[in-house]
């Protein structure tokens, strides 16, 4: 995932920032508008770190976010394996609110 894409879900990815750096505000995140070379800046002033260190806790970060995504995906898939399983048994479905997409 590039950084384009990751700033243009920005929004989505806000919770998950504040989570992983527990210094960082959702202020913080808010202001920085997923703008790269401003989250490198506010990770180096809050946690007192050189710019190699923050650029490779972005990377994690991001490396974490696609990994999420693709179990979330997969969650999904096999949800409606299921589902489908169960109905094509003619069991009745017993359904609880359904997975988000929250990535």
């Given at each position: 995932?590039?950084?384009?894409?990751?700033?243009?879900?920005?929004?989505q990815?806000?919770?998950?920032?504040?989570?992983?750096w527990?210094?960082?505000?959702?202020?913080?995140?808010?202001?920085?508008?997923?703008?790269?070379?401003?989250?490198?800046?506010?990770?180096?002033?809050?946690?007192?770190?050189?710019?190699?260190?923050?650029?490779?806790?972005?990377?994690?970060f991001?490396?974490?976010?696609?990994?999420?995504?693709?179990?979330?995906?997969?969650?999904?898939?096999?949800?409606?394996?299921?589902?489908?399983?169960?109905?094509?048994?003619?069991?009745?479905?017993?359904?609880?609110?359904?997975?988000?997409?929250?990535?």
């Amino acid at each position: 995932m590039n950084w384009d894409r990751m700033e243009g879900q920005w929004k989505q990815h806000r919770g998950k920032a504040v989570h992983h750096w527990g210094k960082l505000m959702s202020d913080d995140l808010a202001a920085i508008a997923g703008k790269y070379e401003q989250f490198v800046g506010r990770l180096q002033e809050r946690y007192g770190i050189a710019k190699e260190e923050a650029d490779q806790q972005i990377n994690d970060f991001k490396k974490t976010i696609v990994q999420l995504k693709k179990s979330n995906r997969q969650l999904i898939q096999l949800q409606k394996s299921l589902h489908s399983k169960h109905r094509a048994n003619g069991k009745p479905v017993r359904t609880r609110s359904p997975l988000r997409k929250t990535l």
